[in-house]
Every structure is written in C-alpha cells, then in structure tokens.
C-alpha cells in the first residue's frame, strides 16, 4: 500500500509569508507525527497526534507555528510569517497504534526554504 | 528530558569489513530504541529496533544491542557494501516524557568498494 506521503516537497517562501505542508499518512494510521529537521542534523520532534487530538505540542519552536489533523487522517503544519531560521526539511511521520512505542513510518518530507 | 549522542559523525570503511555505530542516553527511562537509514535527500526508513526488555536482536547482517546499566545501544553492520552508504540515526523513547523520541545527530557512513 501507500506509504506516508507529503507535499509539496519543495517550497520557497519569502520571509513574513504563511506556508502550510500537507501530510497523508498511511491509512488507519492512528499516531501522527510532526519533526523538523535541520541540515546535517537529526530530526526534532514537533508536535503528535492520536487521531484528531493533538496530545502533544511541546516541540513546536513558536506560536507561529500551528499543526491540525481535524478529522484524524491528513494533517496540515501552519507556519505563519516565517522566518529564516524556519529553513528545514518537514518530516512527517505515522504509527498503526497509539503508542509512541510503535514503529514510525516516515514521510519524504517537504524542505522549505525561507528567503 | 532525554539526550541522546551518536558517535563518531563520520564512518569510512572497505567493502565487506563492519561497521559499529554507538549511541548514549540520559533517561533511564527510556525503553524504545530505533535505528534509521537516511540516503540523500530521502526519508529516514526504519532498519532495527530494540525495546528495553531484550539485550540483543539481528535481522541479518544487522544487529543492535542494549546496554540498560551503561544506557548505551550500538547498531553493527556486518560485511558491509556500498549501498549501505548513508546517513545512520539513532532514537530513543521515552515514554513519560512530553518529547520523547529524540534523535542523536546522525552518522554519515561510507563504504567503499
């Protein structure tokens, strides 16, 4: 089946503009997750979703940015009047069950670069 | 919270030797830990993963094993190839925590034929 997909892969914005990224998960996929990650670095965790709830939004750097899964499948990372240090690869990421402990599938995420 | 360090960041072997890559955590509590393979510009994809109630596991000509009194876990490729060149993350989970999977920066491998 479909694995974790993400668009737009690329996208450029100019400095003060609003983005929003676009996750798909893999179908009946109950956790959904949300890293950023920056060049040569690890991925860091932004924000999780148990189907539509949001259960954590601690990793999420500002109030600028936003995340949304209203109907507990596809998702939406709001980020609003972005900066350059916004410049990243978004990667999204689903598990079958509501544990953190199960095996994440990952995104080919979407790099945004902030000009 | 959790902090995880992955050691060493670069790893250049001959083809068909091994290839060791070692991680550290903070947090005892810590009790998932999953290997990633990310090649250039693509998704990291799960390769091993090892919960805290097991010492060892191998799929393969891959293995990860879990020390709980040092808090540290090792990924060892054995006979290792070319398109085993890639970037190498380590993660670990912990489940009371808010943040709780954390990455370690990464380790680019490189073998070469």
């Known amino acids: 089946g479909a694995g974790v997909s993400q668009s737009p892969r690329y996208k450029v914005a100019k400095r003060g503009q609003d983005v929003a990224l676009r996750c798909d998960p893999i179908s009946g996929h109950v956790s959904l997750f949300w890293y950023q990650q920056a060049l040569g670095q690890g991925p860091e965790f932004l924000t999780y979703?148990?189907?539509?709830?949001?259960?954590?939004k601690s990793g999420l750097p500002s109030d600028r940015f936003f995340a949304e899964r209203p109907e507990g499948s596809v998702s939406t990372l709001k980020i609003q009047r972005t900066q350059q240090e916004d410049s990243a690869v978004y990667l999204c990421a689903s598990s079958l069950e509501d544990s953190r402990g199960e095996t994440q599938y990952f995104g080919p995420g979407t790099r945004l670069l902030v000009l | 919270g959790e902090n995880v360090e992955q050691h060493p960041s670069t790893l250049s072997v001959q083809e068909g030797d091994s290839a060791v890559i070692k991680c550290t955590y903070s947090d005892s509590a810590s009790n998932y830990f999953p290997w990633y393979k990310q090649e250039l510009g693509k998704r990291p994809q799960l390769i091993i993963d090892i919960r805290s109630n097991v010492g060892e596991k191998k799929d393969q000509r891959i293995a990860v094993t879990l020390n709980k009194t040092a808090k540290h876990f090792s990924l060892h490729i054995t006979e290792t190839q070319p398109e085993d060149s890639a970037v190498y993350f380590c993660a670990a989970l912990t489940p009371l925590e808010n943040n709780d999977m954390r990455f370690g920066a990464g380790t680019r491998l490189t073998v070469k034929p």
């Open positions: 979703f148990q189907n539509e709830a949001q259960l954590d």
